[in-house]
């Protein structure tokens, strides 16, 4: 038995070895740890932020970039769980500046404020999609907005006697240029072709005696995108962009309301013919007011654009038998 009155030696640290020091903790390492993933979140905030610095080529990837922009938000929780595995102090600010980054640009709708103007004019656009069989219903969902004005695209033949007997008894004006049409509650005082460069009428101008005066409306469907061996084709439509934009450029009236399925984000640099001479009224929107595909609304393809005039507004309205979801606005004039 150990005698209770038994000193017990303390114990001591061993030294380190003749000509060896011992190893100081590294501070440094939560900075150098996840430097990987904080780069790459910044190229990609820089991306969001500037999405003109990626290019266009190979196959249109910087047009498809664009394209699907608001979707970059998704990146933002990757960018946080890998700052938290990796306990990396400069990976956490990255994936906030993302955020911020996306707010600003992308994601601007959500937090856009009221920009407190008394609205005098209601327009909606849909593309109703040539198959579609139940016109009463569609018109019944863009006339709920009480529109002043209503674009359709993609409208047939056989469809277009049923959209004006059902649409003319609140909008009796009307106007059509192949596939395109115009219903107005104001006085229709002109209207002819725009050539897209599609080989048959997908737009049209008209004039219409409204709030203020005479302004120009113009209904737009441009060509459709693909996606193919060559990548993303976008050749047509941006020469219908083209055209449109030199038909705005020209435009003798200073207030111009365009609607239409442009086949594109207001974001895609092929756009840029228009989006530089007009706003998109979304600015003043509701949420990211995506309208394609409405099964499950991907991108924002349809399109109020203006000039000389302010949003008040702009949503989505509910869904028809179309592949598109209607968008309306209400614009002060």
């Known amino acids: 038995m150990t005698d209770v009155n038994e000193v017990v030696p303390a114990v001591r640290p061993e030294a380190p070895e003749p000509g060896r020091r011992a190893t100081p903790p590294d501070r440094w390492a939560p900075w150098r740890r996840g430097a990987v993933v904080a780069v790459l979140t910044a190229l990609v905030a820089l991306a969001v932020a500037v999405p003109a610095l990626v290019p266009d080529t190979p196959a249109h990837l910087g047009g498809l970039w664009e394209t699907v922009l608001p979707w970059s938000v998704l990146l933002v929780p990757v960018a946080a769980a890998a700052a938290l595995v990796r306990r990396s102090i400069p990976a956490g600010p990255a994936a906030l500046l993302l955020l911020a980054v996306w707010l600003s640009g992308p994601g601007k709708p959500l937090i856009t404020p009221d920009p407190g103007v008394e609205p005098n004019l209601t327009v909606v656009t849909h593309n109703v999609n040539a198959a579609t069989t139940d016109t009463g219903s569609v018109s019944g969902v863009l006339l709920s907005a009480a ?21 003319t008894g609140s909008l009796p004006y009307s106007v059509r240029e192949g596939t395109v049409g115009l219903w ?41 995108v693909r996606m193919g061996s060559s990548g993303f084709d976008v050749e047509r439509r941006n020469a219908g962009v083209s055209a449109l934009g030199e038909a705005v450029s020209r435009e003798p009236l200073e207030r111009v309301v365009l609607m239409g399925d442009l086949n594109a984000s207001t974001d895609d640099r092929g756009l840029e013919p228009l989006t530089s001479r007009m706003d998109s009224a979304h600015e003043a929107g509701e949420g990211l007011g995506f309208s394609w595909p409405a099964d499950f609304p991907m991108v924002r393809i349809d399109h109020i654009l203006t000039r000389g005039t302010t949003a008040a507004q702009a949503w989505s309205l509910p869904r028809t038998g179309s592949d598109h979801v209607p968008v309306a606005a209400r614009l002060r004039l």
Do not use: C, K, N
């Open 147 to 167: 529109p002043d004005l209503v674009a359709l695209e993609e409208v047939t033949w056989e469809q277009w006697e049923d959209y004006d007997a059902e649409l």
């Open 184 to 224: 107005s509650r104001h006085p229709i005082v002109g209207a002819e072709p725009v050539d897209t460069g599609m080989g048959w009428a997908r737009a049209l101008r008209a004039e219409v005696d409204g709030p203020g005066g005479v302004f120009a409306v113009y209904v737009v469907h441009l060509a459709s």
